[in-house]
């Protein structure tokens, strides 16, 4: 599976949009871009998935760049709820292996 | 949606006790199970698959004898940590694969907190 790079962490404020940037620059042509967040203390959410489409759910949108070498997960209206860490995972789906390998992600804290 | 369970959530035990951590699909069959560890401040990091029927799969540099991982039925995992020390406490989470979903999607259990004294 490809690496993805985030940034470390990230500040928002409540009620603004949060914009949340991942580089794949080595994603292959049959993989997948999925986005999970954590919550302290919490198991892995998932939040939406793309191969080359943006994509819109009740959560987020996923903006993936036309040579899907990048892509920013955007929450149009940060919440206090929304502080967790954001995890961006390329990966093949479906595929037999079906492993997830989480990088380290982006600590994203919504300030009141 | 599809809802993934563990138990305990929360376990404190004895160093070289063993401790037993279960994983249950609730709504959905699951044959395909994940096991994961998570340090503080660190992200997760894969284990093992475990594969109803079958023998676990583990990951590079995970001792398959101290971490015994059984999947003996579509919705149950349960992962044993033997002869635990302080160093194996960590925060354990499992993930199951729902074979109803067109992406084999991964839903992600809770967690299990283990404390080792």
């Known amino acids: 599976d490809a690496k993805t790079t985030q940034p470390p962490s990230m500040d928002c404020a409540e009620g603004r949009a949060a914009n949340l940037p991942c580089n794949h620059s080595t994603i292959s042509g049959n993989e997948y871009v999925y986005w999970y967040r954590q919550i302290h203390s919490q198991g892995p959410q998932y939040i939406i998935h793309g191969l080359k489409n943006n994509e819109t759910n009740e959560m987020a949108s996923l903006i993936i760049t036309e040579d899907r070498k990048s892509s920013t997960l955007i929450l149009p209206h940060a919440t206090l709820r929304d502080t967790a860490v954001y995890y961006c995972i390329v990966r093949v789906a479906p595929d037999t292996g079906n492993q997830f390998y989480f990088g380290t992600g982006t600590s994203l804290t919504v300030i009141p | 949606g599809a809802v993934v369970s563990q138990h305990p959530s929360w376990v404190i035990c004895k160093s070289g006790t063993s401790v037993k951590i279960e994983c249950r699909s609730l709504?959905?069959?699951?044959?395909?199970m994940f096991w994961y560890r998570q340090f503080p401040k660190q992200s997760l990091m894969l284990m093992a698959t475990s594969n109803e029927g079958s023998k676990a799969t583990y990951e590079q540099g995970v001792e398959k004898d101290k971490f015994l991982i059984n999947h003996a039925s579509l919705t149950l995992s349960t992962l044993t940590v033997t002869s635990a020390h302080p160093e194996d406490s960590s925060f354990y989470i499992c993930?199951?694969?729902?074979?109803?979903?067109?992406?084999?999607?991964?839903?992600f259990g809770p967690g299990t907190r283990l404390t080792v004294l």
């Open positions: 709504d959905f069959q699951a044959t395909t």
């Open positions: 993930s199951a694969r729902d074979l109803g979903n067109i992406y084999n999607e991964q839903f």
